[in-house]
């Protein structure tokens, strides 16, 4: 038959001496996982704590429960707790108590406890109701119990990477589609009319339409009588550069003779009376 394994318990105080019967109800007290009587030789008993100087003769992960009686606040530092935390198993507990007097309010001393134990990174800290510890008269006891994390210091676990499923598009090549000729009516059917464009707007060279309005009838009519095309008087150009100088610059067969000055590639202005007899 395997042996049952044993837990292993370490009572700190800061009194000179502390009974074996404390020692035992302490144990018994500290939770019902840990209800069985630990054996004479897996106790550590250490008094007067506080002359260790916050260290702990113990080897590191090596106690199951650890018990901290104090008649007052000191022996608690926060280099012992640090020691605790060192010695206690993953998952070991903490019980801690101390002593007020009748007359005081235990609620500040709880809750200063508790403070401690949880900035030393203690979890499921919380107050208990127990018997005093040690038989001192006119005092009255507060206990605070705490666990050390299951993890230890630089453990690591592999997280399962959470994939994103995508929904499949269901497509279905049956599925209804409108005909988009469907949505035509009858008047977009129908081949638009393109307005008519009088001669006046068509061609290179615009002519004057019937019934013109616009002044370009004159002005062709000026032109015939000139002897000049439509183009020479819209465009007029020179070879001897002379033309729009004037008929004092002009030859004698030049096309322009008569005209007014003008600039090369711009139209030639006419005023209404040039051709019109001097009386």
Do not use: H
């Amino acid at each position: 038959m395997a042996a049952t394994k044993k837990n292993r318990a370490l009572l700190l105080t800061d009194a000179a001496a502390a009974p074996v019967s404390a020692v035992s109800s302490a144990v018994r007290d500290v939770g019902v996982e840990l209800a069985a009587a630990v054996a004479d030789d897996d106790l550590l008993v250490i008094t007067q704590a506080f002359s260790l100087g916050g260290k702990l003769p113990v080897e590191s992960v090596s106690m199951d429960v650890i018990i901290s009686v104090s008649i007052t606040l000191e022996l608690l530092q926060d280099q012992l707790l640090e020691e605790i935390g060192r010695v206690l198993k993953p998952g070991g507990k903490i019980l801690v108590q101390t002593y007020v007097a009748p007359t005081e309010g235990s609620d500040k001393q709880k809750s200063a406890l508790e403070r401690k134990l949880l900035m030393a990174g203690f979890l499921e800290v919380q107050s208990l109701e127990t018997k005093p510890f040690l038989p001192l008269d006119g005092t009255k006891s507060v206990t605070i119990e705490g666990k050390k994390a299951s993890w230890t210091l630089g453990s690591s676990f592999s997280i399962k990477k959470v994939t994103k499923t995508i929904p499949k598009i269901q497509i279905n090549d049956e599925s209804d589609l409108i005909d988009e000729d469907s949505l035509l009516t009858e008047e977009d059917l129908k081949k638009p009319q393109l307005p008519t464009v009088g001669d006046c707007e068509v061609g290179s060279t615009r002519k004057a339409c019937k019934n013109c309005t616009c002044g370009r009838a004159e002005e062709e009519e000026r032109a015939v009588k000139l002897g000049l095309t439509a183009e020479q008087m819209n465009n007029p150009q020179s070879a001897c550069g002379s033309c729009g100088l004037g008929d004092a610059f002009r030859c004698a067969s030049c096309p322009y003779k008569g005209l007014p000055p003008f600039k090369l590639g711009e139209k030639v202005s006419l005023s209404g009376n040039f051709l019109a007899a001097d009386i």
